[in-house]
């Protein structure tokens, strides 16, 4: 006898695949392209592991060249769950700079002479949050292991993603590449924290909060990166500022198309793999 269709319902709700079928169909209503379940290398463990969705958009001018082209990229883990996921935040160090969140991008072809990174922070979703989240926990067992394991297999994933880059359009094409490690959670979100001369912890529930996601292994090395973390709403809403992002970088590359030309920069130049903190 057929399983009926209300019980298959439910246990695709019980298991979060909704939820990730969801966030698919939300980048695509917004004309990203969106692969899921891809899989990247764990460096530690050196096995493939599976990033729920790697999603981007590419902005590009090819009617002169050099041709321009800007890239986003976002390595999305998703997450369900029925207790809240509860960060503890304190004040941005002014050594932090202004970055929203750790930033994975390849840079080829790309240097202060074309792109600044005050370029690139101008119009960068939650560039300056007053506060960023350095520990979490669960609710249930004060543990928050889904936390952990989401946020690392994101930020592995973009590590991953960044270090394949290669070159994907013309010999003599000016190209940019971002990689985000990005958080979706199906549930609800809380930050604690104190502000300046209170004694008196502060809860509220948020929407969005950037994550100072701290690691260290002998295959990676010292990690030091930010993370978003979303609720469903708050990404939905966040893709527009995304390719805004996005179209303010691609307007830089055009306007200093000359001065591109003048530099002589070309394949000869700077072609590496940086986070954006390790530049602030």
């Given at each position: 006898?057929?399983?009926?269709?209300?019980?298959?319902?439910?246990?695709?709700?019980?298991?979060?695949?909704?939820?990730?079928?969801?966030?698919?169909?939300?980048?695509?209503?917004?004309?990203?392209?969106?692969?899921?379940?891809?899989?990247?290398?764990?460096?530690?463990?050196?096995?493939?592991?599976?990033?729920?969705?790697?999603?981007?958009?590419?902005?590009?001018?090819?009617?002169?060249?050099?041709?321009?082209?800007?890239?986003?990229?976002?390595?999305?883990?998703?997450?369900?769950?029925?207790?809240?996921?509860?960060?503890?935040?304190?004040?941005?160090?002014?050594?932090?700079?202004?970055?929203?969140?750790?930033?994975?991008?390849?840079?080829?072809?790309?240097?202060?002479?074309?792109?600044?990174?005050?370029?690139?922070?101008?119009?960068?979703?939650?560039?300056?949050?007053?506060?960023?989240?350095?520990?979490?926990?669960?609710?249930?067992?004060?543990?928050?292991?889904?936390?952990?394991?989401?946020?690392?297999?994101?930020?592995?994933?973009?590590?991953?993603?960044?270090?394949?880059?290669?070159?994907?359009?013309?010999?003599?094409?000016?190209?940019?590449?971002?990689?985000?490690?990005?958080?979706?959670?199906?549930?609800?979100?809380?930050?604690?924290?104190?502000?300046?001369?209170?004694?008196?912890?502060?809860?509220e529930q948020v929407q969005s909060i950037v994550y100072l996601q701290n690691y260290?292994?002998?295959?990676?090395?010292?990690?030091?990166?930010?993370?978003?973390?979303?609720?469903?709403?708050?990404?939905?809403?966040?893709?527009?500022?995304?390719?805004?992002?996005?179209?303010?970088?691609?307007?830089?590359?055009?306007?200093?198309?000359?001065?591109?030309?003048?530099?002589?920069?070309?394949?000869?130049?700077?072609d590496s793999a940086i986070s954006a903190t390790d530049a602030e």
């Open positions: 006898m057929p399983v009926p269709v209300e019980r298959i319902a439910e246990l695709v709700k019980k298991g979060g695949f909704e939820t990730e079928l969801k966030v698919a169909s939300t980048l695509s209503a917004a004309g990203w392209r969106v692969d899921q379940s891809v899989y990247y290398i764990d460096k530690d463990e050196m096995i493939g592991r599976e990033l729920d969705a790697y999603s981007y958009v590419v902005l590009e001018d090819t009617d002169n060249n050099p041709q321009v082209h800007c890239a986003v990229s976002l390595c999305i883990e998703v997450k369900k769950t029925s207790e809240p996921f509860i960060f503890f935040s304190s004040e941005r160090k002014d050594f932090e700079g202004g970055a929203g969140y750790g930033m994975f991008h390849w840079r080829h072809n790309v240097d202060s002479n074309v792109l600044s990174y005050k370029d690139i922070e101008r119009e960068k979703p939650l560039r300056a949050p007053k506060r960023i989240a350095r520990s979490y926990s669960g609710l249930k067992d004060g543990k928050g292991q889904q936390i952990k394991s989401a946020i690392l297999s994101a930020v592995k994933a973009a590590i991953h993603y960044t270090e394949e880059c290669n070159e994907r359009w013309a010999e003599g094409s000016r190209d940019i590449c971002f990689f985000i490690p990005v958080v979706v959670v199906d549930g609800d979100l809380y930050e604690c924290f104190f502000e300046k001369g209170s004694p008196d912890l502060k809860i260290m292994s002998p295959n990676y090395g010292q990690i030091r990166n930010k993370v978003y973390i979303y609720n469903q709403e708050a990404f939905k809403n966040s893709l527009g500022k995304y390719e805004a992002w996005a179209e303010s970088i691609l307007s830089v590359l055009q306007k200093s198309r000359s001065r591109m030309v003048g530099a002589g920069i070309g394949r000869g130049g700077v």
